[in-house]
């Protein structure tokens, strides 16, 4: 016996396939299977095959399609024997689905039954809205202001929030923009009311301070008109606004003592704040998946799905995203949609992005990474599939545009339009009023959020176990054979509900924060 079937007799092979149709499946095993290995079905590996890749469970003739989901993910490139290995470099990409003629509101969704009884301990907001954590947001109206407002607010953390000990945190909200840009462009809006609208996150309790520079293009005013955010009885009707280039303020440490001490009636009033039990209804909880593999489709995504149709149930609000990831399964959400009219939001928004993309000249396929694929996706057909899952099944009830913030009362599953980019989504649904953020990832990421605890789900076990203090919950029991779906999304759901009662996740025990 030599080596190499010594080790293919040494495992049990364990493959995952998505739909009886499929004519490919992925390798389970740690560390991929060798050539040789007997698959259950009798089938012998024609090739080592790595994790998460796909291996030909029948002949496939030149050109024939390769299905995984029971969609066409690719064409064959060659002929591909059974129980070979089936890589990128053998698969042509399909074509992207035209925006035309697509099932518009078609497909009913399932009949969910109402959830009742779950709740969370939560902070509410005079507008309504409720918070899973108290924090101060300092808003900046243009990146000069960058440098000194990261100095106050390091200085307001040492100085002023030990005083204040039922405030979370004090974070300075800055951005790149505000100043040499063409402020009144048709599309200067989306940055615009990206930064008002993340100034008014539920996390931030109402309480609205901002730092200007003085001469920049975006002024305290036009971020934030008056009526666009609620204003306690004791407070002023006007913003409360540090300008550097007052002339009150002689010297760097003028500016500084200025900023601190203005910090310190919102800190008071966040700090009277005490939680309160509310309905799970409350929470806003935004879905996104960074970092992927073959695996993300198989495990994390599918255990959040299950999570997002529990959300549903219990009347809470979801948001998934990232337009280049369901682009090329558009005609499952215009299908999904509640209402014709949900269907073309979804199609405008696409297709904004379509033509976004196509001034830039950026091929679609560019969004798989090169760790995507050696997690064994093979193009962005194949992550589509993945990161759609993670919706759930419920009917997609309505649809906002980059930058957009929820609408009182808007509940149900939101199709919230961003780039794919991690920080960038999470950025938007923060503006759009998530409270909460759930990220699956498969190769690894130290992704997080200063203003919204961010629960990371791992797709694989050996991924949990390298990164356990980095990992909030381990989908990849599901692929060991040790949990179920369902039972995993059980588990995410109450582990949601815990953290939006105040429990750190790791990213927050760590202050890992990329926004």
């Known amino acids: 016996m030599n080596s190499s079937t010594r080790a293919a007799s040494s ?7 998505m739909h009886e ?24 590996l024609a ?13 496939l003739a030149d050109g024939e399609t390769v299905r995984r989901y029971n969609v066409p993910i690719g064409y064959a490139r060659q002929a591909i024997p059974a129980g070979s290995w089936v890589h990128e470099r053998l698969l042509q990409m399909p074509a992207a689905r035209a925006l035309q003629g697509l099932p518009m509101a078609t497909r009913p969704a399932p009949a969910l039954a109402p959830l009742d009884g779950y709740s969370f301990e939560g902070y509410r907001n005079a507008d309504g809205s409720v918070g899973t954590r108290n924090i101060l947001a300092i808003t900046t109206t243009v990146q000069c202001v960058a440098g000194v407002v990261a100095h106050a607010v390091s200085r307001i953390k040492t100085e002023l929030l030990p005083l204040f000990p039922n405030v979370d945190d004090v974070v300075g909200l800055e951005h790149s923009y505000g100043c040499g840009v063409a402020i009144d462009a048709p599309d200067a ?3 615009i009311r990206t930064l008002k609208n993340i100034s008014l996150n539920p996390n931030f309790g109402g309480e609205v301070m901002v730092v200007s520079l003085g001469c920049e293009k975006l002024q305290p005013e036009r971020l934030l008109p008056p009526g666009s955010f609620p204003i306690a009885d004791e407070r002023d009707s006007g913003l409360d606004v540090v300008c550097l280039q007052d002339a009150a303020h002689v010297g760097f440490m003028s500016m500084l003592d200025d900023i601190v001490e203005r910090a310190r009636p919102h800190l008071a009033r ?18 996104q998946c960074g970092g992927s593999d073959a695996f993300s489709g198989a495990t994390a995504n599918p255990a959040v799905g299950f999570a997002a149709d529990l959300l549903v149930r219990a009347g809470a609000t979801v948001m998934f995203s990232e337009n280049t990831e369901v682009r090329d399964g558009v005609e499952q959400l215009t299908s999904r949609a509640a209402t014709p009219e949900v269907a073309e939001a979804i199609v405008r928004e696409l297709d904004w992005y379509d033509r976004y993309l196509d001034r830039g000249r950026v091929d679609r396929s560019a969004n798989t990474t090169p760790g995507n694929k050696a997690g064994g996706l093979s193009n962005i057909v194949e992550k589509a599939m993945g990161s759609i899952i993670k919706s759930g099944s419920a009917a997609i009830g309505s649809v906002l545009a980059p930058g957009e913030k929820l609408a009182p009362g808007q509940k149900g599953l939101v199709f919230a339009a961003t780039p794919a980019s991690d920080f960038i989504c999470g950025t938007l649904q923060l503006a759009a009023g998530m409270n909460l953020h759930v990220f699956t990832t498969g190769r690894g990421t130290p992704y997080g959020l200063a203003a919204c605890p961010v629960v990371k ?32 999304g059980w588990e995410l759901f109450r582990l949601l509900l815990d953290v939006a009662s105040g429990r750190r996740t790791w990213a927050e025990h760590w202050k890992l924060q990329n926004a």
């Open 11 to 17: 495992v049990t092979p364990v493959l995952i396939s």
């Open 21 to 44: 149709a499929d004519n490919v499946a992925i390798v389970a095993n740690d560390g991929g299977l060798p050539a040789g290995t007997v698959l259950p079905s009798g089938l012998v």
């Open 47 to 59: 090739d080592k095959v790595p994790q998460g890749h796909k291996v030909a469970l029948a002949d």
């Open 189 to 191: 809006v989306i940055p």
């Open 270 to 287: 966040l700090n009277a704040r005490r939680r309160e039990t509310v309905p799970a209804s409350e929470l806003v909880v935004g879905v």
């Open 457 to 488: 789900v791992a797709t694989r076990t050996d991924l949990a176990r390298r990164w356990h203090d980095l990992m909030d919950l381990n989908a990849g029991r599901i692929a060991d054979g040790e949990n179920t779906i369902e039972e995993t």
